[in-house]
């Protein structure tokens, strides 16, 4: 049972809004994808993002041996979008059937319909506790088209997941 200071934490956790992104990876199994909140830029100097992937989700199964990932900068226009890769989960549907993509170094999908991506080399993964981080080197960065703002965490936060954390 959580102590009070976890459901006070948790409580204030929800209450935030940050931006929401997508992250893809490509490995034997093939490409997969999902939602992701946890994720920061963690250096300037060299540039550095940190993105978290749930332990639960095929995506951290994939991106376990992956040598790159993307990360997908999504803007409201693109809900739909976060719903396919958010609230479904690649154990049982195909993702990428249903959105336009298109594989990037090393086989890593990117999506189309995005307000901008980049793709990270894994310079490190760090086990924290139901989700790793994995600490990338940004290789390459393309901008896409901006809708009316970015997609965050209060836009989502209804979606039921499709996996559990």
Request: charged share 20%; aromatic share 8%.
């Amino acid at each position: 049972m959580p102590d009070i200071a976890e459901e006070d934490f948790n409580t204030l956790a929800g209450s935030l809004d940050y931006p929401m992104f997508v992250v893809t990876a490509a490995g034997d199994a093939g490409p997969a994808g999902c939602l992701v909140g946890f994720a920061t830029q963690c250096s300037i100097a060299p540039p550095r993002f940190m993105v978290w992937l749930s332990k639960n989700n095929r995506t951290y199964g994939v991106a376990r041996d992956a040598p790159v990932l993307a990360v997908h900068v999504l803007d409201r226009d693109a809900a739909a979008l976060a719903e396919l890769f958010g609230a479904r989960t690649g154990h049982d549907t195909d993702k990428f059937a249903q959105c336009s993509w298109r594989p990037g170094p090393a086989g890593v999908p990117l999506l189309d319909e995005v307000a901008a991506l980049f793709v990270g080399h894994v310079l490190e993964r760090h086990d924290t506790g139901d989700h790793v981080g994995f600490l990338l080197r940004p290789t390459s960065v393309q901008l896409g088209h901006r809708g009316d703002g970015l997609l965050t965490f209060q836009d989502v936060r209804d979606l039921e997941p499709g996996h559990r954390a």
